[in-house]
C-alpha cells in the first residue's frame, strides 16, 4: 500500500525534467486529506490542494472524510511524523508571509512552488507573488490553478519557469518584473533535499543578488545522515526509499550548524529552525505519538543582512 500511494514509476532521469512532480502531489494530498478533518481537528484549511491530485490512489484517499482519515493514519503508521511536517510547515510559512505583508513587504517569492496553493490562498491587493518551478510541474499547476481562480479575482500571479540545476534564477526574476530594490520574502519549501549542494549554494548566490537588506527567507532541509543511510529514524529509512524509487531521490542534507554557516556566507542570518517538536508547541493541543524522534526534517528563516 505505501509503494502505491508514494512510488511513482521510476527513471533514468529525474522526473521532473519531463513530467510533473510526483513528491508535490502527494504533499497536496495530505494537505488536502487534513483538511477534509474540518473543523475542530484540522490544523490546516486548504481547499484548493485536491484539485492538483491525479494519481488514482491518492484521489480515492481523499473521497471521503472517513478514508482521508484512514490515510493519515496510514502515514502516521508507516513514515511517523511525516504528516505532521509536511501539514505544520505550510501554517509556519503561513504566519511568516502574513507577518511580512503586514510589514509592507510586497514580493512573495515561491521557489519550487509544486503544488503549493499559497498564492491561491494569499490573495492581497498590491502584493505580487512569483510562481517558481521547473516547466513540467509549472504548466500542470498553472492550467489548475487558473482554472480555479474566479475571473476578476484572481491574485497577482507571475509564472516564472526554472530548473534550478541549470538556469539563472536571478535573471529570469528580474525579466519577470521582479524589483531586486524592493524587500521580498522568499519561500523555498520541499525543494533543497532533491538538489546537489552546488545548485543550493548557486540558488543562494543568485537570491544574494536581488534581495533587499530586511528580505526574509524561509526554507526546509534534512539531516545528512537520511542521505548517507547513517539515520536512525525508520521513518526518514522509509521515505528516502519510496522518493527514490519515485526518480526523486533525496540528495543533500545540512546539519544546523551547516545551513547556517552556508546562508551566513551569502549574507542571510538564520533567526529560527523549527522541526516536529516545535510544531507541536506552537500549533497543536496534544503531543503527536507520531513526531517523537522524527525530528530529520526542519525549517528555518532567515534574514537578508547585507
Known amino acids: ?21 510526483w513528491t508535490a502531489q502527494v504533499c497536496a494530498a495530505q494537505r ?5 478533518l474540518g473543523p475542530g481537528r484540522r490544523r490546516l484549511d486548504d481547499p484548493y490542494s485536491r484539485h492538483f491530485v491525479r494519481h488514482m490512489a491518492l484521489k480515492l484517499a481523499l473521497l471521503h472524510p472517513l478514508t482521508a482519515r484512514a490515510f493519515i493514519a496510514l ?12 501539514v505544520l510547515r505550510v501554517r509556519y510559512l503561513d504566519d511568516v508571509l502574513d507577518r511580512s505583508i503586514d510589514d509592507g513587504i510586497d ?32 504548466h500542470d499547476k498553472r492550467h489548475a490553478a487558473e482554472a480555479l481562480l474566479v475571473h476578476g479575482d484572481q491574485p497577482n500571479i507571475t509564472w516564472v519557469a526554472c530548473d534550478f540545476e541549470n538556469d539563472n534564477l536571478s535573471e529570469l526574476l528580474m525579466n519577470n518584473g521582479f524589483d531586486p530594490t524592493r524587500r521580498c520574502t522568499i519561500a523555498w519549501i520541499g525543494v533543497t533535499m532533491f538538489l546537489t ?15 533587499a537588506p530586511g528580505s526574509q527567507l524561509v526554507l526546509d ?12 529514524s525508520p ?29 551566513i556566507t551569502h549574507g542571510f542570518t538564520p533567526h529560527d529552525h523549527a522541526a516536529n517538536t516545535a510544531f507541536e508547541q506552537r500549533y497543536t493541543r496534544a503531543r503527536s505519538d507520531h513526531s517523537a524522534g522524527n525530528n530529520w526534517l526542519t525549517v528555518l528563516t532567515a534574514h537578508r543582512t547585507r
Open 75 to 86: 502515514l502516521g503508521r508507516s513514515l511517523p511524523g511525516v504528516h505532521d511536517f509536511v
Open 235 to 263: 521513518s526518514a529509512k522509509r521515505v528516502a526509499k519510496t522518493v527514490a524509487s519515485s526518480g526523486e531521490p533525496y540528495r543533500t542534507g545540512f546539519t544546523t550548524e551547516d545551513i547556517n554557516a552556508v546562508l
Open 107 to 138: 514580493q512573495i517569492v515561491l521557489l519550487g512552488a509544486g503544488f503549493d496553493t499559497t498564492s491561491m490562498r494569499r490573495q492581497h491587493n498590491g502584493v505580487t507573488l512569483f510562481e517558481v518551478d521547473v516547466p513540467s510541474t509549472q
Open 1 to 21: 500500500m505505501l509503494r502505491r500511494l508514494f512510488g511513482g514509476p521510476a527513471g533514468a532521469q529525474r522526473r521532473v525534467d519531463s513530467r510533473a512532480s
Open 221 to 232: 532541509y534534512i539531516d545528512p545522515d537520511v542521505i548517507s543511510g547513517h539515520t536512525n
Open 32 to 36: 488536502a486529506a487534513e483538511t477534509m
Open 197 to 211: 549542494r552546488e545548485a543550493i549554494e548557486t540558488t543562494l548566490a543568485d537570491l544574494a543578488t536581488v534581495c
